[in-house]
């Protein structure tokens, strides 16, 4: 067999099981069946000893991962996320546009967590998961749980629209200054209050507008719907609006700018945001001054 990888244990509060520790812990075997598989296999080691399903882990543990030889060249998820925001019960990263958040692919954003983020020390520790979705073609900001206890209180916290999402999105056409767009998606009440900030005029659209988006309800394709709905589709959407208007090759502009709320566990309030990808500032050079 040779080194996989090897991961020194932090100081816990109490001992926990390795079984509950090694979660997140390596790279290529997050989950927790996966570590109890790789404890019977013998690939796991801890201060050189042959791991046990029984052994507790309680700090500074040396914890070696190895596999045999012929796996050496197993395919393994290599994709590298910015990080805008971590501590020991959540996470905030940026999901670029054209990735999935989750599903059944090998390349995901849910995939890579654990291998951009610090395993936390808390005893409730898992395999971080995201907490809400972006469309595959839609970039920004995305909340991740990295314990049980703080998964289960930010899913609440969105259920109870106590999370402010805000949203940026490049719009087609003559609009108005602002309203709230109050159309049903799904058969269910949604609600979506815009800003127009900025408007260009444009040979093929008439006109592009830099809108800002905040979402009062949080249904699927709910920001792409309503645009749509009130005959401002936004730029690139292929699935909805006029299918003459699309703007093929250069996605989705649609763009989650921030997040922010009250933290679950140390009641400080985080604000974090992503500036605009470069394919807005090509059309609205000035389009910082209405994001920073």
């Given at each position: 067999?040779?080194?996989?990888?090897?991961?020194?244990?932090?100081?816990?509060?109490?001992?926990?099981?390795?079984?509950?520790?090694?979660?997140g812990?390596?790279?290529?075997?997050?989950?927790?069946?996966?570590?109890?598989?790789?404890?019977?296999?013998?690939?796991?080691?801890?201060?050189?000893?042959?791991a046990?399903?029984?052994?507790?882990?309680?700090?500074?543990?040396?914890?070696?991962?190895?596999?045999?030889?012929?796996?050496?060249?197993?395919?393994?998820?290599?994709?590298?996320?910015?990080v805008?925001?971590?501590?020991?019960?959540?996470?905030?990263?940026?999901?670029?546009?054209g990735?999935?958040?989750?599903?059944?692919?090998?390349?995901?954003?849910?995939?890579?967590?654990?291998?951009?983020?610090?395993?936390?020390?808390?005893?409730?520790?898992?395999?971080?998961?995201?907490?809400?979705?972006?469309?595959?073609?839609?970039?920004?900001?995305?909340?991740?749980?990295?314990?049980?206890?703080?998964?289960?209180?930010?899913?609440?916290?969105?259920?109870?629209?106590?999370?402010?999402?805000?949203?940026?999105?490049?719009?087609?056409?003559?609009?108005?200054?602002?309203?709230?767009?109050?159309?049903?998606?799904?058969?269910?009440?949604?609600?979506?209050?815009?800003?127009?900030?900025?408007?260009?005029?444009?040979?093929?659209?008439?006109?592009?507008?830099?809108?800002?988006?905040?979402?009062?309800?949080?249904?699927?394709?709910?920001?792409?719907?309503?645009?749509?709905?009130?005959?401002?589709?936004?730029l690139?959407?292929?699935?909805?609006?006029?299918?003459?208007?699309?703007?093929?090759?250069?996605?989705?502009?649609?763009?989650?700018?921030?997040?922010?709320?009250?933290?679950?566990?140390?009641?400080?309030?985080?604000?974090?945001?992503?500036?605009?990808?470069?394919?807005?500032?090509?059309i609205?050079?000035?389009?910082?001054?209405?994001?920073?």
């Open positions: 067999m040779q080194l996989l990888e090897t991961h020194i244990a932090k100081k816990l509060q109490e001992p926990i099981r390795f079984q509950e520790y090694g979660v812990v390596f790279k290529t075997i997050p989950t927790k069946s996966s570590i109890k598989k790789a404890i019977k296999k013998g690939y796991i080691f801890i201060d050189g000893v042959l046990t399903t029984s052994k507790y882990i309680s700090g500074g543990e040396k914890i070696e991962l190895f596999e045999p030889k012929n796996q050496a060249n197993f395919k393994r998820l290599k994709l590298d996320l910015e805008l925001f971590e501590d020991d019960y959540l996470a905030i990263i940026y999901k670029p546009s990735i999935l958040v989750s599903g059944n692919k090998f390349v995901t954003v849910a995939n890579a967590l654990t291998q951009n983020l610090q395993k936390s020390n808390q005893t409730d520790a898992v395999k971080p998961q995201p907490i809400h979705r972006l469309d595959y073609p839609t970039s920004g900001v995305l909340l991740v749980g990295k314990t049980s206890s703080s998964i289960q209180k930010l899913s609440d916290l969105f259920k109870n629209k106590e999370i402010q999402k805000t949203y940026f999105a490049i719009a087609i056409g003559k609009m108005c200054a602002g309203g709230t767009i109050n159309f049903k998606v799904d058969d269910k009440q949604a609600s979506t209050e815009f800003e127009v900030l900025s408007s260009v005029k444009s040979e093929r659209f008439e006109f592009l507008n830099l809108v800002k988006l905040l979402p009062k309800t949080g249904r699927k394709h709910q920001l792409r719907k309503h645009l749509s709905a009130i005959d401002h589709q936004i690139g959407d292929q699935d909805y609006g006029n299918s003459e208007l699309i703007l093929k090759g250069k996605g989705l502009y649609l763009h989650a700018f921030s997040l922010e709320f009250l933290h679950p566990f140390t009641k400080e309030t985080i604000s974090i945001s992503k500036e605009l990808p470069k394919k807005f500032k090509k609205f050079i000035f389009c910082h001054e209405y994001t920073n």
